[in-house]
């Protein structure tokens, strides 16, 4: 498919749609498995290690995520994880103990794991090149839109029927997404399939070929993945601080949500139409400065601002790390590949909390956010070190380059 004949709106029905659906439910469960757990007599510290488990089950499901892609395609892949949700999600509201509980958060991110790679490496195959980061930045944003109205339909839920309601509704935003991703229409290559069948390898082979990526460029998106993952923390735990109320909490992270929520497709376009440094490098300066300025904000008023400075930051870096993987991702093997990359990504995002805790622990929230602030300055100095190295998208020069490669081949 060229890009003049591509267009966003056909992946509507069978990519954003059903993603979208899907990540409101996962979003209406994230603030209450805790107190689900503290229901069910779980301690503080119990009810944080089950909030873990989404993280956790999405980083174990992650590598075995690539191989089912693999194996069975990304829209049967997608069909399945979607599937398997309903049942975890059942599990969940019906668990009497803990360790149910936990088991069945864990199953889920494991099936939430398999639902977002799939996504992502069909958006790579479905969309045109010079298109893709638009795709991927859209696929970014429908899913933070998702998770952003998850929690008011669990509370509107919670409000009719109790708390464990909410995971039945979340049962039921995985069934509907099923449903629509099993008779929606393919509108990728169907070509594309048995290449991808014949690439099916061990997943030692996959780190062995692309070592140099992973050691290189992977540390970029470590060091991004846990810049990302500090930014849900380091609000919350500095309005606490700071001794907010915790519906001033709310509002300052709904702040920051929504102005993140609104910079998707321009981050998008930027990449495709300049190259993915334009995006990348700007987006980890604006939350470095933002996250340095934090603990050195007291009121209501600047705290808001530092939290839109933050959103605008993640807002315009929406959709990079998944692009950098398409980008790198080998066509024969790019499911198996992107199951490694969402391992270091994710990897990174589950990290970020512990470095502002790590800090907190020391007796210094405040120096675990500067941390924070100092991780995304590296994390900017590694994107422009490696970027240009490994994608051709990187900017006009790195693709100028590859042109004028490509013309000497042809000549020659």
């Known amino acids: 498919m060229t ?36 229901h069910l007599g779980a301690s503080v510290a119990g009810a944080g290690l089950l909030v873990s488990m989404l993280a956790i089950g999405q980083i174990l499901g992650d590598v075995p995520a690539g191989a089912l892609a693999a194996r069975v395609g990304d829209r049967r892949a997608m069909s399945l994880a979607a599937t398997v949700t309903i049942a975890t999600l059942s599990a969940s509201a019906l668990a009497r103990s803990v360790w149910l509980l936990g088991a069945g958060v864990l199953a889920t991110g494991a099936a939430n794991a398999v639902f977002m790679l799939a996504r992502q ?21 429908v899913q933070r839109i998702g998770t952003f ?3 008011f339909a669990g509370a509107l839920v919670i409000h009719l ?85 915790a519906t001033t909490t709310s509002l300052v992270f709904g702040l920051s949500g929504a102005v993140d929520m609104l910079l998707f497709y321009p981050s998008g376009k930027v990449m495709d139409r300049m190259g993915r440094l334009w995006v990348a490098i700007p987006s980890m300066l604006v939350m470095a400065v933002a996250m340095i300025a934090l603990p050195f904000s007291r009121t209501v008023a600047t705290v808001s601002v530092v939290a839109m400075v933050l959103g605008f930051g993640n807002g315009i ?74 994608s051709v998208h990187a900017n006009r020069s790195t693709r100028r380059r590859a042109a004028e490669r490509s013309a000497g081949v042809g000549l020659g």
Do not use: C, K
């Open 317 to 390: 870096g929406s959709g990079i790390l998944m692009t950098l993987g398409a980008d790198v991702a080998p066509a024969d093997r790019r499911a198996q590949f992107l199951g490694v990359w969402r391992v270091i990504q994710d990897t990174g995002n589950a990290g970020g909390p512990l470095l502002v805790a790590a800090g907190a622990a020391l007796g210094s929230l405040g120096g675990g956010i500067l941390a924070t602030g100092a991780t995304a300055v590296v994390a900017a100095g590694a994107l422009a070190r490696w970027v240009p190295q490994w």
């Open 121 to 141: 490496s069909y958006l790579t195959e479905a969309s045109p090149v010079l298109r893709r980061a638009r795709a991927l930045s859209t696929l970014a944003g």
């Open 149 to 151: 109205i998850g929690p």
């Open 161 to 245: 029927a109790g708390t464990g309601s909410v995971y039945w509704l979340a049962a039921g935003t995985s069934l509907v997404a099923a449903v629509i991703v099993a008779v929606v229409p393919d509108v990728a290559d169907p070509s594309a399939a048995h290449a991808r069948a014949a690439g099916v390898v061990p997943v030692r082979r996959i780190l062995t070929d692309h070592r140099q990526v992973f050691l290189t460029l992977g540390v970029a998106v470590l060091t991004v993945g846990a810049v990302r993952g500090a930014r849900q923390t380091i609000l919350p735990l500095w309005t606490e601080h700071l001794g907010m109320s």
């Open 3 to 38: 890009s003049r004949d591509f267009s966003l709106t056909s992946l509507i029905p069978g990519v954003f749609l059903p993603t979208i659906i899907f990540e409101i439910g996962v979003g209406a469960i994230l603030p209450v498995i805790a107190l689900t757990g503290l």
